[in-house]
C-alpha cells in the first residue's frame, strides 16, 4: 500500500477534474465537437463516457489515504498510453481531423502525459517515505 501524500492526492483530483470535464464535454457536444474538428462523432462520444467513468474511479482514489502501489501504475500507464494512443492517431492515419482537431489531439495528449508524469513523480516520492 502507498499512502498518498497531499502532492499525489490533488493530481489525482486533479486527473479526475479533468477527465470529468473532458467526459462531459465530448459527451454531450460530440456531435458539435466532430464537426468542427473533424474528429469521428464515435470516437469522441465514447471517448468522453469512458472519461467519465474513469473521472469517477480517479474521484474515489483520491478521496482514500492509502492505495495499492498497482492501482497507482494502472492509472500511470494508463494515462501514457491514452497519450500515445492519441497522438498515434495521426500519423497512422486513423483519424483526418482539421487543424483545430490536430491541435485538441496534441494538447489533450500532453496534457494526459503530463498528469502521468506529476502521478508518477508523486509515486516515487511517496514510495521514498519511511514507512
Given at each position: ?12 483530483w486533479?486527473?479526475?477534474a ?19 474538428l ?50 498515434l ?18 494538447a489533450?495528449?500532453?496534457f ?20
Amino acid at each position: 500500500m502507498v499512502i498518498l501524500s497531499s502532492f499525489l492526492r490533488r493530481v489525482l483530483w486533479l486527473d479526475a477534474a479533468s477527465c470529468l470535464g473532458m467526459g462531459v464535454l465530448l459527451a454531450a457536444l460530440a456531435g458539435t465537437l466532430g464537426g468542427a474538428l473533424h474528429l469521428p462523432v464515435t470516437l469522441l462520444r465514447e471517448s468522453g463516457l469512458f472519461l467519465l467513468l474513469f473521472g469517477f474511479v480517479l474521484a474515489w482514489m483520491a478521496s482514500r489515504a492509502a492505495l495499492p502501489r498497482w492501482l497507482l501504475w494502472l492509472v500511470i500507464l494508463g494515462n501514457a498510453l491514452w497519450a500515445l494512443d492519441s497522438l498515434l492517431l495521426l500519423p497512422l492515419g486513423l483519424v483526418v481531423p482539421n487543424l483545430p482537431g490536430e491541435v485538441f489531439l496534441v494538447a489533450q495528449a500532453l496534457f494526459v502525459a503530463l498528469l502521468a508524469m506529476l502521478e508518477y513523480r508523486g509515486l516515487q516520492a511517496a514510495a521514498a517515505q519511511p514507512a
